[in-house]
């Protein structure tokens, strides 16, 4: 189940590929991009209960995909890069495991432990 689970991701994230390839922007902006919704980590920095909150609204798919439609609808590319940048780097993050987090501790996702076998 686990491996199945991960090719989903994998296509979802090639999705987010091919909706960035319909947008006016050059590669290199995905490639610099993509890795920014881990800012979300910084709410750590207060408490762990923060640090969840704002980790997983930076890693919600379903909030990814509102700005991607406030952006297709409303013809805003920056909107829709957006959207498909938290929607491609969350499915990047659980091909490597990394859910969404609970309140208690970092490591404690709804994927599981992290670094925990």
């Keep these: 189940m686990e491996k199945l689970l991960k ?9 987010g590929i091919y909706l960035f390839s319909n947008l006016d ?3 290199w ?11 979300g ?19 919600h ?11 297709a609808y409303s013809n ?12 491609s780097h969350a499915s990047l993050d659980r091909i490597f495991g990394y859910g969404l987090k609970y309140s208690n501790a970092f490591n404690n996702t709804h994927l599981g432990q992290i670094g925990k076998k």
């Design 7 to 15: 090719i989903e991701e994998l296509l979802m994230f090639v999705l």
């Design 25 to 27: 922007f050059n590669w």
């Design 29 to 39: 902006w995905f490639l610099a991009l993509i890795l920014t919704p881990d800012i």
């Design 41 to 59: 980590m910084l709410g750590y920095l207060v408490n762990s209960k923060i640090g969840a909150i704002v980790y997983n609204l930076f890693h």
């Design 61 to 71: 798919k379903g909030l990814a995909i509102i700005v991607y439609l406030l952006g």
């Design 76 to 87: 805003n590319q920056t909107l829709q890069l957006v959207g498909i940048v938290l929607f």
